[in-house]
């Protein structure tokens, strides 16, 4: 049993002292939910009646969630996805997992190589897709990224796909120019299919400045929802917790290692149970 483990069973028998509050403190900011949310979280499980403490906090936490629907918007004939987030948080590998995941449920998908700027991360896609086996749609090195997501829009219609998915390059959310290319994207993409979903990628490892992540990206392209990446480590990503709380962005998926099925619809119950365990 864990220490917050050892905790709560210990609070859920006795009377809960303050000495144990401050326990569960540290460990709810050591999942890096945030200082304020912490404090939250703990007021209000204390006004929860009841002995049981670890009830009483999930109730306090689950309280936060958004309520908004976490399924995926496919509209037909075509949808399109866009993929976006900083440097090396999971968005190609992400882009692929989703691509497979969704192709296993019959949905017919094409990816989009709109990271133009490295020869690399066009052959990192289009390895994932021959493994895969999804159609990417890919330019020169170099060519401008909203030229390609064009193309890419443009075969997916012309090929009766359901879903194109866009990988992006990754961008520093202060760097205005390329939050400017990122809404060029979208722009250029709705001249022929919606843009349904756009899904931030965020890494577990981030911490709060996910949260301002969270604010540039929504008012660029309008995320819709989060992908989770990296929660095989250490890290409990609960900083996601506040970007719903605080923006209403439902988390959608979860990564959970670097193969192609390491990778689950974002299932709220474990997640938040995973944040009071050590
Ligand atoms: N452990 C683990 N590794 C992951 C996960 N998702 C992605 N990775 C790894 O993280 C690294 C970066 O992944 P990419 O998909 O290339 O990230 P990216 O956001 O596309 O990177 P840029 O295009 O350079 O911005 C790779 O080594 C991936 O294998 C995950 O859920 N868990
Ligand atoms: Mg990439």
């Given at each position: 049993m864990g220490l917050f483990g050892a905790l709560v069973a210990k609070l859920s028998r006795s009377k809960i002292s303050d000495l144990d509050w401050d326990q569960a403190r540290r460990e709810l900011l050591a999942s890096d939910i945030g200082p304020a949310l912490t404090d939250h979280v703990i007021e209000a499980a204390k006004k929860?009646?009841?002995?049981?403490a670890r009830a009483g906090l999930l109730s306090a936490l689950s309280?936060?969630?958004?309520?908004?629907?976490r399924g995926l918007d496919l509209q037909p004939p075509l949808s399109v996805f866009l993929i976006v987030g900083i440097n090396g948080t999971g968005k190609t590998t992400s882009a692929a997992k989703l691509a497979h995941h969704l192709k296993a449920t019959g949905v017919s998908v094409a990816l989009g190589a709109?990271?133009?700027?490295?020869a690399a991360a066009v052959e990192q896609l289009q390895t994932w897709g021959s493994r895969i086996g999804v159609d990417v749609i890919s330019g020169k090195e170099q060519s401008e990224p909203a030229s390609v997501a064009f193309d890419a829009v443009q075969f997916a219609r012309d090929n009766q796909r359901q879903l194109l998915i866009v990988d992006t390059a990754g961008r520093l959310h202060n760097k205005s120019d390329l939050m400017n290319e990122l809404g060029k994207i979208k722009r250029v993409i709705e001249k022929i299919a919606p843009v349904t979903e756009v899904l931030l990628v965020l890494d577990?490892?981030?911490?709060?400045?996910a949260l301002t992540q969270a604010k540039v990206f929504s008012e660029s392209v309008g995320v819709t929802g989060l992908i989770l990446t990296?929660?095989?480590?250490?890290?409990?990503?609960?900083?996601a917790l506040a970007v719903e709380n605080h923006m209403?962005?439902?988390?959608?998926f979860i990564g959970t290692g670097e193969?192609?099925?390491d990778f689950q619809p974002f299932d709220s119950a474990a997640y938040l149970s995973s944040l009071l365990d050590e």
């Open positions: 929860i009646k009841g002995d049981d309280e936060l969630i958004s309520s908004k629907p709109g990271d133009t700027f490295r577990a490892t981030t911490g709060q400045n990296k929660m095989d480590g250490s890290a409990k990503g609960g900083f209403s962005i439902p988390i959608k193969a192609i099925g």
